[in-house]
DNA sequence: AATGCGGGGGT
DNA sequence: ACCCCAGCATT
């Protein structure tokens, strides 16, 4: 590094150091977990948003506190209860490690968040981000986070072009973070950096004559603030054929299942299925399925539905068939649990989202005729 | 270091 | 049709 790149660089950090947080003072947003900021509800909203937007966010945290009040409260929940709450939200597994989180600090830590950066970290579900998030938002310790939009306004700030995706370059960047920080404000030098990233240094068309940094913005300044940050490029994503039936016995009640914990969507329920197998018939998928899953031998009748659906990794048509079952009564052989529901009950069971398409449906038709 | 994990909104 | 988002766990 020259001296000249040093220099500017210490021009950029002290840019930061002296502006940002005077912006965001003046213009953050008023979320609701900036209000009354206790370490679990900042612990809420931190998972909750991992991954996922503030918009899509906010009516779920209302819910949720709503629902569990307190750590001692997630602490007890049912498992339906605990994912009827996040239905939807995707990442399921976030909403079981804050349940496990909860039963560890009520276990070793008499019921009190941990204040200790390493405690926080060592709870089930908190990585680097959370816990730097948790130290310095909740507890005001002097700990800088990196998240997405940390990295990217960094990355612009300083014409950073190594490859995010790299573990050195975080490294970099978690040094740069450090440096920005300043010591007794770093919850706010933190909101203000990612705030700054998500309502000003947007990803696709950053709005920069509004951006209170782009007089010393190393990538505005050359023109293309959004060569940053660089990353690799992605590959595209598989496609799977899905079969699921509905089977609904003389009372009216339908055969839903429970996914397994340790599974993708896990603890939550579905109507019963599988992957299609290569050069398989979409009728023979849902029989075996269900004849592995639950022991039972069906035939398969009409279809009722197909569902679209994109997860980050793959994507799905989910073909939905009426069945009547011939042979055997259900046993879990394949899946957590199993339940004759009425239709009307199946709003009480957490589905994803591809399945809550077809209790809608179910929904609907109730209102006409089965079959 | 690379991969798996949901869902939604923006462009 | 992408792109990416207040990341973490597992391998």
């Known amino acids: 590094m020259g001296a000249p790149l040093d220099q500017a660089k210490r021009r950029v950090q002290r840019a930061i150091k002296r502006r940002l947080i ?8 008023d979320l609701p977990w900036r209000r009354n900021r206790t370490p679990y509800r900042v612990w809420i909203a931190e998972s909750m948003l991992t991954q996922t937007r503030v ?64 405690a926080i970290r060592a709870l089930p ?3 680097p981000y959370m816990a730097a998030a948790i130290a310095s938002l909740a507890f005001g310790q002097n700990y800088a986070v990196l998240d997405g939009n940390v990295i990217r ?23 740069v973070a450090d440096d920005v920080l300043i010591p007794g404000q770093a919850g706010e030098g933190n909101e203000a950096l990612m705030e700054l990233g998500a309502t000003v240094c947007l990803p696709r068309n950053p709005l920069c004559a509004h951006c209170p940094m782009a007089s010393v913005c190393a990538g505005y300044q050359a023109g293309e603030p959004t060569a940053y940050p660089r990353r690799s490029p992605k590959k595209k994503v598989p496609h799977k054929e899905v079969g699921a039936g509905v089977i609904v016995n003389r009372k009216g009640q339908v055969l839903i299942a429970q996914r397994r914990a340790e599974a993708m969507l896990g603890g939550l329920w579905e109507f019963p299925g599988g992957t299609c197998e290569a050069g398989e018939a979409m009728p023979d998928c ?7 899953e639950l022991g039972i031998g069906v035939e398969i009748g009409d279809r ?10 793959f994507t799905i048509a989910l073909h939905v068939y009426w069945c009547r079952i011939r042979k055997g ?3 879990p052989i394949e899946c957590a649990d199993y339940r004759w529901c009425t239709i009307a009950d199946l709003r009480q069971y957490p589905f994803s989202r591809a399945d809550l398409h ?8 109730r209102h006409v005729q089965l079959q």
């Open 22 to 29: 005077p912006w965001f003072l003046t213009h953050q947003r």
């Open 55 to 118: 918009d899509q966010v906010i009516p779920y945290y209302r819910r949720f506190l709503r629902a569990f009040p307190s750590i001692r409260r997630l602490a007890g929940a049912s498992s339906d209860a605990l994912m009827k709450q996040w239905e939807g939200l995707g990442y399921y597994s976030r909403a079981r490690n804050l349940r496990a989180a909860a039963q560890i600090i009520v276990a070793e830590h008499g019921g009190r968040f941990p204040r200790n950066y390493e």
């Open 125 to 127: 579900g908190v990585g």
């Open 153 to 175: 306004v960094l990355t612009r700030l300083f014409a950073y072009d190594g490859d995010t995706s790299k573990g050195a370059t975080r490294r970099v960047l978690q040094s």
């Open 286 to 292: 849902v029989a075996r399925e269900l004849r592995e």
């Open 304 to 313: 009722l539905m197909v569902v679209r659906h994109a997860y980050s990794h």
């Open 329 to 331: 009564r259900p046993r």
């Open 358 to 365: 077809v209790v809608d449906k179910l929904m609907m038709a």
